[in-house]
Every structure is written in C-alpha cells, then in structure tokens.
C-alpha cells in the first residue's frame, strides 16, 4: 500500500474515533495543554478528579473540588485561576456563574442530573477500541425513531450543530414517513455515541391529514398545506436522475468528491410543467455524505493536544467578526436554489443547510412569482457532499398552526415508568441528560384516534464529545490556522487525502451506522 494512501486511512481511522453527526461538535481535554497549567498529577487518576472550566473572557479555572449551589447556578470550587495567557492569576475558592461558562472538562464521567453535568466530559479510555474497531465509534447526536405503520424507523438527529452549551438551538424536522395509529405515539430517543446529550424539550407538531395534500415546513418555520407537482425532468451530471428523486425512499443521488478540490460545485437542473400561478416552494429531501465531517474532525486533529482551548477559542470568536465557524460552512456551502428569470440568468433564490449524515430532512423554499406554466431550477452543490433523495414542487394552497402535543409518559430501557426523566423534559430549565447507550421510550397522547395526522419532531438542547487519548497523535497549528483564515485553499489541500479513503469509509459508515439499530 502506498505510504501516503496508508498515512491517510490511519489518520481517518484515528478521527473516525470522534462519532459522526454534524460538521461541528465538542472536542475535549489533552494531556499535554493540561500539563502546561501544571496540573499533571490530576491527569489519568480518577481518584484525583479535576474540573477544567473555560471562561467566555479567555480564563480558565482549574478545580480539584466542586459543587453546585443550591439553586444550581454558581459552581463553588477550590482550585487555580489562570488568565488569558495562561499565568496564574490566584489559588484558593471561587464562585463561578455558569452562564459565563463556555465549557467544562473533566477526567470524570458524571451522570448526575444537574448543569454541571452536562457540561462535563468524560476524558479517558476507549482509544483501543476506535482503532482497532472503528464501527465501534460512530455515532450520533440524539437520534430519534418512530413507526412507519410497521416498525419503528430512525427518522431525524436532533439538534445537530449544537455542540456546546453556548450553541443550544431548536431543530425541527419532518417525520415524512411516520404513521403511528392507536391512543398513543411512541416516540423512542437513542444515545448511541460516546457522547452526553442535554436535551431540554421534545414535543411532536401534529396536522391533520388531507387528500392529495402534503404539509411542508419552510425555511422560515411556516407551515404550509401544499399540492405537490412532481418534476417533468431532472438532469446531473451523469443524465437523468429523475428515477432518484422522484419518491421519498432512501435510493439517493449522490456523486464522489472532486480530487483536487473539496469545495468544487456540481449543479442538478429541475423543471416542473403546468404550474399554477401560485405561491410555490422546491421540497427537498437530503442529508449530507460524511465529507463535512471528515474536514471538521481533520481541523480537531490539526489542534492536537490542545483541543479543549482550541474549542473554547472558537467559541469565542463565533461571538466576533473573525468567525472560523462561520468561515469554514461558508467553504463548504449549503445548497443553493437558483431560478431562471425571464432575461434566462440564474438567479439565486436561497441556500439551505441541513446538518448531519444520517436521518433525512424534507424543507420547503419558497420561490418567487412565477410568469409562465414552466419553472427552471438549478441547485448548486459542494461536489460529494450532498445525498438527495426527493425533489418536488408544492403549490402553497393554505397556512397551517401545527397542534403542539407534549410528551405525558416516558418508559427507561427496562420499560419501567421513568416520572424523573419526564419531569425533567417538561421543566423549561433543566435539561433530561443521556449517556452512551441510553435509550428513553417517549409517550404522546393521540390527538384524535379516529383521524390521521403527518407529523414534526421539535427538539431542543445541545451535546457534548467525550475525548478519547488516541485522537492526540498530532497537532499542526500552520495548517488550523490556514483551515480557519483560508478555508478554501485549506479544502484544496485537504482533497487528495480525501480521496484516497472516501469510497472506503462511505462504505464503513453506512454499513456500520446502524449496529445498534438493529437491536430495536
């Protein structure tokens, strides 16, 4: 084997450790930027458990014992402070407020249900394993699953770029597929990654069905009954891929990245025939390939042992004009829907942006005013980044309020009735918190038993990454520094290591993902 194809795949082995859900998540503690605090006799002992938190100012406090208040909005804690430079700046006892915290580390697993919890990560162990079996390392966000009229399928990740506490964000999705029937939907939410998840609400958005009518969700959280026009003709690269995307059923359309340049474009063109001059939207469902998350886990790797800072750092400036956050999605870039005008330029309309490479998404943009009974749509693409899997044309025919249904009975593994994790998930302000392997049975009431419904999942919260020791093999701060200042030529490089592993680990993902789904 070619030293630089074998150089590549053990790289991709070691940051396929990290699981895989969205292009951005938690990376935690190292040994060595631990050891420049001088803190290494607390490093690897779990019977000398260190608190290591990241202020939103730059500083950093270590702490050998802490605890919550009573209200549990302060950490009390003995320990160091350190500046912005890392000198110490005091030693003694200190109340720190959590809502300046950007995030914590610990070499200490906490399953307790409080805020310090699920800001603390897990720092040791499992390096072994991700190497020698990788499978074993993949993962998710929270993923969520609910019948077909059949069985129960996986049908949405919730909240997929919410990787620090600082990003909690609500997620909707379409649960495009989902038919539960009887006086209850059962809602099942999986941890199935060497993650904590903190999820603070979750809560289906019901419609009643009507005939020969879909309900879409747009961009901007309306919600529309619509007659759907399938496509007249669909044309990519390699011809003709209507047969791809005409129907909602996992045959997706997906092309391999450019070897010289992972940000290169490929465009798809769509007509529809015989449109009504009416309010329209393009439906799309998708979801990315794994290339977002091979660059952001490449950039964790270029931190090295320095991974906790370097996240903390990026936190920091997601808050200012420097933005690498920002500045490498830019890079990747979503989907953009582009229009043929009268004057037969193609004209932007929006770009769309769905995280995370495993459950499917179904949105709805909206177009402009429409002068004939044909429209012409181009979509421009990230080459290998995108799996399709429907296109269609909904005609807007009425604006809908979706019933909010609240969970009212959550069951543990075991199928025993769990009051505490629901009393957790109904609170506003504190948050249900799940560890590698949890699995919570989620019970709704039916709306009406005699009636149909399509139906969206509402979720909220953030998650966190536990480290693994096997990921802290390098660190090259020219190369993660020209990643967040010059993306793009940053991408161009990163190309041809790609490449050498890409159809292998598309292969390893998808054929390894749903290990433990089919316990379900």
Same mark, same amino acid.
């Given at each position: 084997?070619? #030293?630089? !194809?074998?150089?590549?795949?053990?790289?991709?082995?070691?940051?396929?450790?990290?699981?895989?859900?969205?292009?951005?998540?938690?990376?935690?503690?190292?040994?060595?930027?631990?050891?420049?605090?001088?803190?290494?006799?607390?490093?690897?002992?779990?019977?000398?458990?260190?608190?290591?938190?990241?202020?939103?100012?730059?500083?950093?406090?270590?702490?050998?014992?802490?605890?919550?208040?009573?209200?549990?909005?302060?950490?009390?804690?003995?320990?160091?402070?350190?500046?912005?430079?890392?000198?110490?700046?005091?030693?003694? &006892?200190?109340?720190?407020?959590?809502?300046?915290?950007?995030?914590?580390?610990? %070499?200490?697993?906490?399953?307790?249900?409080?805020?310090?919890?699920?800001? =603390? #990560?897990?720092?040791?162990?499992?390096?072994?394993?991700? !190497?020698?079996?990788?499978?074993?390392?993949?993962?998710?966000?929270? =993923?969520?699953?609910?019948?077909?009229?059949?069985?129960?399928?996986?049908?949405?990740?919730?909240?997929?770029?919410?990787?620090?506490?600082?990003?909690?964000? =609500?997620?909707?999705?379409?649960?495009?597929?989902?038919?539960?029937?009887?006086?209850?939907?059962?809602?099942?939410?999986?941890?199935?990654?060497?993650?904590?998840?903190?999820? /603070?609400?979750?809560?289906?958005?019901?419609?009643?069905?009507?005939?020969?009518?879909?309900?879409? /969700?747009?961009?901007?959280?309306?919600?529309?009954?619509?007659?759907?026009?399938?496509?007249?003709?669909?044309?990519?690269?390699? @011809?003709?891929?209507?047969?791809?995307?005409?129907?909602?059923?996992?045959?997706?359309?997906?092309?391999?990245?450019?070897?010289?340049? !992972?940000?290169? /474009?490929?465009?798809?063109?769509?007509?529809?025939?015989?449109?009504?001059? $009416?309010?329209?939207?393009?439906?799309? @469902?998708?979801?990315?390939?794994?290339?977002?998350?091979?660059?952001?886990?490449?950039?964790?790797?270029?931190?090295?042992?320095?991974?906790?800072?370097?996240?903390?750092?990026?936190?920091?400036?997601? /808050?200012?004009?420097?933005?690498?956050?920002?500045?490498?999605?830019?890079?990747? *870039?979503?989907?953009?829907?582009?229009?043929?005008?009268?004057? @037969?330029?193609?004209?932007?309309?929006? =770009?769309?942006?769905?995280?995370?490479? #495993?459950?499917?998404?179904?949105?709805?943009?909206?177009?402009?005013?429409?002068?004939?009974?044909?429209?012409?749509?181009?979509?421009?693409?990230?080459?290998?980044?995108?799996?399709?899997?429907?296109?269609?044309?909904? *005609?807007?025919?009425?604006?809908?309020?979706?019933?909010?249904?609240?969970?009212?009975?959550?069951?543990?593994?075991?199928?025993?009735?769990? %009051?505490?994790?629901?009393?957790?998930?109904?609170?506003?302000?504190?948050?249900?918190?799940?560890?590698?392997?949890?699995?919570?049975?989620?019970?709704?009431?039916?709306?009406?038993?005699?009636?149909?419904?399509?139906?969206?999942?509402?979720?909220?919260?953030?998650?966190?990454?536990?480290?693994?020791?096997?990921?802290?093999?390098?660190?090259?701060?020219?190369?993660?520094?020209?990643?967040?200042?010059?993306?793009?030529?940053?991408?161009?490089?990163?190309?041809?290591?790609?490449?050498?592993?890409? &159809?292998?680990?598309?292969? !390893?993902?998808? $054929?390894?993902?749903?290990?433990?789904?089919?316990?379900?």
């Amino acid at each position: 084997m070619p #030293i630089r !194809l074998l150089q590549a795949k053990v790289l991709f082995l070691i940051i396929l450790g990290l699981s895989s859900c969205s292009p951005f998540r938690l990376i935690i503690p190292t040994r060595s930027s631990l050891d420049t605090l001088s803190i290494k006799d607390y490093i690897g002992s779990k019977n000398n458990p260190f608190l290591k938190i990241h202020m939103g100012n730059g500083m950093v406090y270590i702490l050998s014992e802490w605890g919550l208040d009573e209200e549990e909005v302060h950490v009390l804690g003995k320990g160091k402070l350190y500046g912005i430079n890392r000198k110490l700046i005091s030693d003694g &006892e200190f109340n720190i407020p959590i809502t300046q915290i950007s995030l914590a580390e610990s %070499n200490t697993l906490m399953k307790a249900i409080n805020p310090l919890s699920v800001m =603390t #990560i897990f720092s040791l162990g499992g390096s072994a394993a991700c !190497l020698s079996m990788p499978k074993l390392c993949f993962g998710s966000c929270p =993923t969520f699953y609910i019948t077909d009229g059949d069985s129960l399928q996986l049908m949405a990740e919730g909240f997929s770029l919410s990787t620090t506490p600082l990003w909690e964000d =609500t997620d909707v999705d379409a649960l495009f597929l989902a038919d539960p029937n009887g006086p209850e939907v059962h809602l099942r939410v999986t941890n199935e990654a060497q993650e904590t998840h903190a999820i /603070k609400s979750v809560r289906l958005l019901a419609f009643p069905k009507e005939k020969e009518r879909r309900v879409i /969700k747009l961009e901007d959280d309306h919600y529309f009954s619509s007659r759907m026009v399938v496509p007249s003709s669909c044309v990519a690269e390699e @011809g003709d891929i209507l047969p791809k995307i005409i129907f909602f059923d996992n045959d997706e359309r997906y092309t391999v990245t450019d070897e010289f340049d !992972l940000t290169a /474009k490929e465009y798809i063109e769509v007509s529809f025939d015989e449109v009504e001059k $009416n309010e329209n939207a393009l439906v799309l @469902g998708f979801r990315q390939t794994i290339m977002a998350t091979f660059v952001y886990y490449t950039m964790l790797d270029y931190m090295g042992d320095t991974r906790g800072d370097g996240i903390a750092k990026l936190i920091r400036e997601d /808050k200012v004009n420097f933005k690498p956050r920002e500045r490498i999605l830019d890079a990747l *870039g979503g989907i953009e829907v582009q229009m043929l005008d009268q004057k @037969g330029h193609w004209s932007t309309v929006e =770009t769309v942006y769905e995280a995370g490479p #495993i459950a499917k998404d179904v949105i709805g943009i909206r177009l402009p005013p429409i002068q004939g009974e044909e429209i012409r749509i181009r979509l421009e693409m990230t080459k290998g980044m995108w799996r399709l899997d429907y296109l269609a044309l909904a *005609g807007l025919e009425k604006e809908l309020e979706p019933l909010a249904i609240e969970p009212y009975r959550i069951e543990d593994s075991n199928g025993n009735v769990d %009051n505490y994790s629901l009393e957790l998930l109904l609170d506003p302000d504190r948050y249900l918190t799940t560890l590698l392997g949890d699995k919570h049975d989620i019970f709704f009431p039916m709306p009406d038993e005699d009636e149909s419904f399509e139906w969206f999942l509402e979720s909220r919260g953030y998650y966190l990454e536990w480290h693994r020791d096997a990921w802290l093999v390098n660190r090259d701060m020219v190369a993660l520094l020209e990643l967040q200042l010059q993306p793009k030529r940053a991408l161009k490089k990163m190309a041809s290591m790609y490449k050498d592993i890409e &159809e292998e680990f598309e292969d !390893l993902f998808w $054929n390894s993902r749903y290990e433990m789904d089919h316990n379900y």
